[in-house]
């Protein structure tokens, strides 16, 4: 095996494992049972298995073409910086607006961050409402 040989094996071994952690990724996002976990499988797998992929087709074309391409360069880029960043916002958007987390959540540590002055108490209801 040549050195070009090897090359295009790795850049398809790359493919193949982004591959399957994007179906792993599709799977948390329909299994998780609300919408924080839901965007962490979504941003965190999905970002590992996209640029897992571009880096295995970047060095795939590398190795069978001799081409640097600087389109999939770019594209790894924009999606390391910007698909964590857009999961933040969603995720921050949602705790500001209210949305409920799962019942089986432990701590949640942004509720002295952001409402220092329910720190510590339920919201209960009044006894004798239904």
Not at 34 to 46: P, Q
Request: net charge neutral; aromatic share 8%.
């Amino acid at each position: 095996m040549n050195v070009n040989a090897v090359g295009e094996f790795v850049g398809a071994a790359l493919i193949l494992i982004g591959s399957i952690i994007s179906v792993i990724s599709a799977i948390g996002i329909i299994r998780f049972p609300d919408v924080y976990t839901r965007a962490h499988a979504a941003t965190k797998s999905s970002t590992l298995a996209v640029l897992l992929t571009l880096i295995g087709t970047f060095l795939y074309i590398w190795f069978s073409d001799a081409f640097i391409s600087v389109r999939v360069i770019l594209g790894i880029v924009f999606v390391f910086i910007t698909a964590p960043v857009s999961g933040h916002l969603i995720i921050r958007a949602a705790y500001r607006s209210n949305v409920k987390l799962a019942d089986s959540t432990i701590e949640d540590e942004l509720r002295p961050v952001l409402h220092p002055n329910q720190q510590g108490q339920e919201q209960e209801q009044p006894q004798g409402s239904v």
